[in-house]
């Protein structure tokens, strides 16, 4: 069984650039893993106006005095969901975005406080439908027509539904996504990932399955959408919850540059790959925000964090090791890694993590774009090191 959707009446005209602001071809793409809604089976309805703050003693993970007076400590959905989102609202704009974790009573949530603006593809992995967490791709259907999309399993049986791959100890999937812009008229591919926690074979393998799976599916629908050598070539957005620190295979198969038996992408990572400030190159200095991005819901320092969260683009055919720039001539331009805490109090008083994770932003630009303006048309190439 293969989930794939495709939208055959989607219009084929072209608008122009012109009609876009400045910097029409850049994407702002985020993910985050919300964490799962231990009440979704009594799940608690979005207030017209504002949040859901904890009133009583009652709530899941709040039953005793002492959890209550614990801000670290994990709260439910219903008081997390709206603090999550106007998070990823604050940053500015937002193309895509990619959750994790997320149950079919979160995605409604999800699809009311992000608004009409945005539209979402993805299905439940237990059984192809709504059954057990989706790695759900939102998107702004004001800048974007849907052309293609399908869900994959990470395992020997990519097309069979809550199959689990390998020592995973769950079913795991990847969510494939091809958009048209309407007013550049290119494509952009993007794909959400949610990798297994406890299996290491199944990381490692999953990343490798991801990389020709991917570069299959991109050349499907670029043969389907006759723009099979048209320039610049479309970006190809690989974004998730690795559960993979750079020290492990499951990371490391994504980036290699080393060559599969089967034609294959390798990604470059947003955080390690930010085309950063440097003379006759005027950006972003160094990627913002933590270093690591899962944190549990303890306090800092008790708990040994992790850079696990990614957002990463399909590295340039002809990319050597310690380049920029992702296929199509693409590069990033800003990384952010959004804290998942409210230290002092917000608006309504609330203090806490509104996830176990913290969201990644990244913005993926043309360079050419970016020279028009008076940069380097070929700026030096920068070593790339993991950062801490």
Known sequence: ?????????????????????????????????????????????????????????????????????????????????????????????????????????????????????????????????????????FYDKQRFERVKWKTMWLSSWPEKPGSVGWDASQTRIATFLSLKDKFGGHLVHAVCTHY?????????????????????????????????????????????????????????????????????????????????RRPGYDAQSRPYGPHKTWTGFTAPGLTDTQRIDLVMAAADEDAKKGTDVARGGWVFTQYACLDNWVEEGDADGWQGRWSDHRAVKATLALRSEKCSEGYDDEPAPVPHVELR
Do not use: C
């Open 1 to 137: 069984m293969v989930v794939l959707q495709s939208d055959p009446d989607a219009p084929q005209l072209f608008v122009s650039a012109s009609d876009m602001t400045a910097h029409p071809h850049d994407i702002h793409v985020a993910t985050v893993n919300v964490r799962f809604d231990g009440m979704r089976h009594d799940p608690i309805p979005i207030p017209k106006h504002g949040a859901v703050n904890p009133k009583k003693p009652g709530f899941w993970g709040e039953k005793s005095d002492l959890a209550r007076k614990n801000p670290y400590r994990e709260q439910p959905w219903a008081v997390r969901r709206s603090r999550l989102v106007d998070a990823l609202l604050s940053t500015g704009e937002l193309d895509i975005i990619g959750f994790q974790e997320v149950y079919v009573s979160q995605l409604k949530d999800l699809a009311v406080l992000l608004g009409a603006r945005f539209a979402h593809v993805g299905v439940g992995r237990d059984d192809g439908k709504e059954a057990g967490e989706y790695s759900p791709i």
């Open 196 to 276: 297994d926690d406890q299996g290491l074979v199944a990381r490692a393998k999953s990343s490798l399955l991801i990389r020709t799976a991917i570069r299959e599916w991109v050349e499907a629908v670029e043969l389907e959408t006759n723009v099979v050598g048209k320039k610049p070539k479309a970006p190809v957005l690989l974004f998730g919850d690795f559960n993979s620190p750079p020290d492990e295979d499951g990371y490391k198969n994504i980036t290699s540059f080393g060559p599969l038996k089967a034609p294959s992408f390798t990604f470059l990572d947003a955080y390690t790959h930010l085309a950063a």
